[in-house]
């Protein structure tokens, strides 16, 4: 069921049950979910709802979870934070009293999902549902079925093996015990006739049926940030802070970022927020606040505030991409580009705090003045966005929070490496990163927030560094139906690329870079999406497909391919992820696998 | 609001005359004087008594009335807070127990047994506390020393609180003529008088007989 | 020097600091003692010269009678410090003391730690609060916790069932906390 009543329907209710029914919070672990699940857990504890939140890092986990260890908790409340609103939530679900809230950006949400009026509710905006069928589109009706069943039984006809949802089943279950006590006389022959009439039909329908369910869910795509939802709603009930705000501009950034929506829903958010930003942060109050935030129009460099002007340009993947600084070229080009600002090398390479005075001030004048001789437009390299000034901790800005947060994921990802390999296999890690992270969004130690900017560095760099060797190392291929590019089971860092967060970074900033270097000639490569093979520690690989370069409306094909490749070679994915553009299936399927893909990509 | 306090405290004018509200300030009050004395103070264990029954008395009627209300929030925290008050107060006294038990039972036995500091329980405690810790010794290195050398005299090594100590406390009805001594090497004694409200800071034994009697509390 | 022994116990005490308990000192504990019994056997041998007449010798066995009180004295101190610092220890941590710990303390020293606890129980069942809980002020009836270890499920007084594992946090009710603190299963943040 589609819930769009945020307060009303959704947060009263859950205030009314929580207390009896305990609530459970599994949350998603990309940015987005985190800052909401933070913000979720602020208005929680000012109702003083008591609660649980368990970090999951994918599907599997999920189940698990459900599974085995909340199995006792038959009547709680289980609310999802930016998870399983694209996939039917209770197919693995045993029990018909838990209830399922689902706060999700994923899209399109799932038929099931939808129409389930008892179990499954689905916090969202109108704006962001789409179209989905209407329920007799792509339901049997009650009075169909009835007249079907019977028609099956008098017969002894057919047996429809059709791919039907377990509610028809069931459904067909019950009335076909009805059936059985009708005693209907008619001439056999009529019946014959009308039953192959329905049977007709219902084939048409049944067609119709599977070509609207094929057409719904052509694109993934994502709707608004969860945690600009959520922060919505704290708004609503004048609960917000400077704090949530902070989280929810955190949430919506990311999902730019990580190129989940375009740039014109980016825009209406930050229009939305900015209202509530500028009332809360007055000029005019006497006593300075922990945190306040002004809006800014910032350049999209990784950490510029907190690194030198060479590195962070140098490891930014649009200028990388624009000046095709995997080679040495590029990186003259970079120096040039750099004295036309007017910088010695010096100052560049210095850290950004640290730089002369008239120099830092001039930058962004210069730097807008000399990207059109660079072929970069100004809308490239600067975004309109915030910035947080902590007491006594300097300004930080909302992209650089991306970064730290990413960052502080990897040190718990280097951490948990070297402790043993089984906690390696514990998917993920999950529990463990968001721990860290949870606390980390608090706001409330600077000094965490200071300690993960060595680590966003770090993650940043090495996630450039091995696009630049893809690259340099020539391993991008292209086939007619898609990019392929492959990460060496040797790699160094391959512990890093475990998590979705930096798979699907690598692939985005391996399309980005590979396709802007690329000669005229080969344009069509603009037109393909890309593929990013990582081995998993476990077994199997993963694989992650993201939309082709010049497609900019964030709607992606890729996980119908997936879908379909794995229903035509028949292998069972061995990790369920959230993300539905990422899969990991068995090493020895790559080759059945890519095969099938390069033919209905083609 | 106030109906409800009523409804929770039920059972408030008891025999003793004295309203939940006075039970928890007087509580309060020799939790205050136990935290901050250096020495074991008389027992309360009337106040206790009673709002231990209260407690209970709240407890049931809160489990009676079943909402998320808010005002069962606060009631919940207010019952907290009492519970809160009385383990620490018995705490601080157990503590004190602990570190003193042979001077304190020492100094019982020299009083009316009615007017013993220790209640019955904690007496059960301070003994079986000294008899543990005496067989403590015995075992480890009493029994091991030289036949001359493995009599205890208790009254001699126990330990005793630091009657010296500096307290604050605020005056709550006036005293007239309490002698100060002086710690100082020539000893001069001078005659003060204390008046309600003011607030000194004394070594403890001046004023000890007045914080027993309530004229002071310890701030 | 007499009673340098003894001393070195208290000093390893101080050394320790707060809360820390070092392990059991048998070793010096027997020096000790050993120490006491040769003094002890020179002022009776010294003892029984000066009854048989002889001069002279009467410093000497008082001076060695002060060092064997002290040392007795520095004996009962050192075991009462640690019995203090034990007590502490089941007040901080609960009726179950790690193995670690466990392992500093002499077994008279553990039966010691058994009969507090009873007296301990016998005195909280007779006033009928469990006084080892509620530690701190309550600022308000429900706190956040963070999970340390992959505990499992455990019921709630409300009869719901609660999975803890590592890196879940729970908004919980501070006496439902409480023991789990104790017991470094969560932690409160």
């Keep these: 069921m589609l819930v769009h009543e945020i307060v009303n329907q959704f947060y009263s209710d859950i205030l009314k049950k929580a207390r009896e029914r305990g609530l459970i919070i599994v949350t998603a672990i990309d940015v987005d979910a985190l800052c909401a699940t933070t913000i979720l857990k602020t208005l929680l504890t000012i109702d003083q709802i008591p609660f649980s939140v368990y970090p999951v890092a994918n599907r599997h986990e999920f189940e698990v979870y459900y599974n085995e260890k909340f199995e006792n908790e038959e009547s709680a409340i289980i609310l999802c934070i930016n998870h399983s609103a694209d996939f039917d939530v209770l197919s693995t679900v045993m029990n018909d009293t838990v209830e399922f809230w689902i706060i999700d950006s994923h899209r399109p949400i799932n038929i099931n999902n939808a129409y389930n009026a008892k179990q499954v509710k689905i916090v969202c905006k109108h704006k962001d549902v789409g179209e989905i069928p209407t329920y007799q589109e792509v339901f049997e009706t009650e009075s169909d079925e009835e007249k079907d069943s019977n028609d099956e039984l008098d017969e002894g006809l057919e047996e429809d093996n059709d791919d039907e949802n377990d509610y028809d089943n069931s459904a067909k279950a019950g009335e076909k015990r009805k059936g059985s006590n009708m005693g209907e006389k008619a001439s056999k022959r009529s019946r014959m006739e009308s039953h192959l009439e329905k049977n007709i039909r219902k084939k048409e329908w049944r067609a119709k049926r599977d070509q609207i369910l094929m057409d719904y869910d052509e694109f993934s795509f994502f709707g608004t940030s969860v945690a600009l939802l959520i922060c919505e709603l704290a708004i609503k009930l004048s609960k917000e802070s400077n704090e949530i705000l902070w989280l929810a501009l955190i949430g919506l950034n990311s999902q730019y970022l990580e190129s989940k929506i375009d740039r014109d829903s980016y825009m209406e958010g930050i229009a939305y ?27 999209i460099l990784p ?6 002007v060479y590195d962070s340009m140098y490891n930014s993947s649009t200028v990388a991409a624009a000046f095709c600084l995997y080679n040495h070229d590029g990186r003259n080009k970079l120096n040039g580009f750099l004295a036309d600002l007017g910088l010695p090398v010096s100052q560049c390479q210095k850290s950004f705090v640290a730089m002369d005075l008239n120099a830092k001030e001039n930058f962004e004048n210069e730097f807008r003045v000399q990207l059109n001789r660079y072929q970069l437009e100004e809308s490239d390299l600067f975004l309109p966005s915030f910035l947080a000034s902590f007491k006594m901790h300097g300004k930080f800005s909302v992209l650089d929070f991306y970064y730290l947060i990413n960052g502080s994921l990897y040190r718990d990802l280097k951490v948990n490496s070297e402790e043993t390999d089984e906690t390696l296999a514990h998917s993920f890690y999950a529990a463990n990163n968001a721990r860290n992270l949870l606390d980390f969004l608090t706001l409330k130690s600077t000094n965490l927030i200071k300690e993960a900017v ?5 993650l940043h760099s090495i996630i450039m560094e091995t696009v630049r060797s893809f690259i340099s190392k020539a391993l991008v291929c292209g086939t007619s139906s898609f990019l392929y590019v492959s990460l060496p089971q040797d790699d160094k860092h391959i512990v890093l690329f475990q998590l979705p967060v930096t798979i699907s970074c690598l692939a985005r900033y391996t399309l980005e870079i590979y396709v802007r270097g690329l000669p005229s000639r080969n344009k069509r490569f603009r037109q393909l999406p890309l593929i990013l093979r990582v081995p998993c520690l476990n077994s199997g690989d993963y694989y992650c497909g993201i939309p082709p370069y010049d497609d900019t409306s964030c709607k992606n094909v890729i996980h119908s391919a997936f879908d379909q490749a794995s229903k035509v070679i028949g292998f069972e994915p061995l990790n369920k992820l959230f993300d539905r553009n990422m899969v990991l299936i068995r090493s020895e399927d790559r080759s059945k696998f890519l095969d099938t893909l390069a033919t209905l990509l083609a | 609001m106030e109906d409800e306090e009523d409804n929770i405290f039920s059972g408030s004018d008891d025999e003793e005359a004295m309203t939940a509200g006075e039970v928890l300030q007087k509580l309060e009050e020799a939790w205050m004087n136990e935290a901050l004395s250096p020495e074991l103070l008389m027992n309360k264990s009337d106040i206790i008594d009673c709002m231990m029954e209260q407690i209970n008395e709240m407890e049931n009627n809160i489990q009676r009335v079943k909402t998320n209300d808010l005002k069962i929030y606060i009631h919940k925290m207010e019952l907290e807070r009492i519970r809160y008050l009385l383990t620490s107060y018995l705490r601080i006294r157990i503590k004190k127990i602990e ?3 042979t001077a304190i039972m020492m100094e019982d036995g020299k009083r009316d047994p009615d007017d013993a500091k220790l209640t019955d329980s904690e007496l059960q405690f301070a003994r079986e506390r000294e008899k543990n810790l005496l067989e403590l010794f015995q075992n480890l290195v009493l029994q091991h020393m030289p036949p001359n050398m493995q009599s205890l005299e208790k009254d001699k090594i126990c330990s005793k609180p630091n009657l010296d100590e500096y307290v604050f406390f605020r005056v709550n009805q006036d005293v007239e003529g309490v002698l100060v001594e002086e710690e100082t090497v020539d000893n001069r004694e001078e005659v003060i008088d204390l008046k309600k409200g003011e607030q000194h800071i004394m070594r403890y034994k001046i004023i000890r007989p007045l914080a027993e009697t309530g004229a002071v509390s310890l701030i | 020097m007499f009673g340098e022994k003894a001393l070195e116990l208290i000093k390893e005490l101080k050394r320790c600091g707060d809360g820390l308990l070092p392990s059991f000192n048998e070793e010096t504990v027997r020096q000790v003692l050993e120490e006491m019994k040769s003094l002890f056997e020179e002022n009776h041998k010294d003892v029984t010269a000066s009854s048989e007449g002889e001069q002279g010798l009467f410093p000497g066995v008082q001076l060695r009678h002060a060092a064997l009180e002290r040392n007795k004295r520095i004996l009962l101190t050192y075991l009462n410090e640690r019995a203090t610092s034990i007590a502490e220890l089941r007040w901080q941590m609960g009726t179950v003391l790690p193995p670690d710990i466990r392992s500093r303390l002499a077994e008279h020293e553990l039966s010691w730690l058994q009969k507090y606890n009873k007296s301990l129980t016998a005195y909280m069942r007779a006033v009928g609060a469990d006084i080892t809980h509620n530690l ?13 270890t992959e505990h499992g499920s455990i019921e709630l007084t409300s009869g719901r069932t609660l999975h803890l594992s590592r890196g879940t946090h729970h908004f919980l009710e501070r006496s439902e906390c409480e023991p789990l603190i104790a017991r470094g299963i969560v932690e409160e943040i």
């Excluded at chain 1, 950490?303 to 030198?308: A, E, K, P, S, V």
């Excluded at chain 1, 060595?454 to 770090?458: A, D, R, Y």
């Design chain 3, 136 to 148: 701190k002020p309550p600022k308000s009836l429900l706190i956040e916790v963070r999970c340390t």
């Design chain 2, 99 to 101: 570190k003193y038990a």
């Design chain 1, 273 to 299: 927020l900015k209202g509530h930003v500028g009332r809360l942060n007055r000029e005019c109050e006497e006593t300075e606040p922990n945190l306040s935030i002004s809006f800014s129009n910032e350049l």
């Design chain 1, 454 to 458: 060595p680590q966003g560095i770090e």
């Design chain 1, 303 to 308: 950490l510029l505030r907190h690194w030198n």
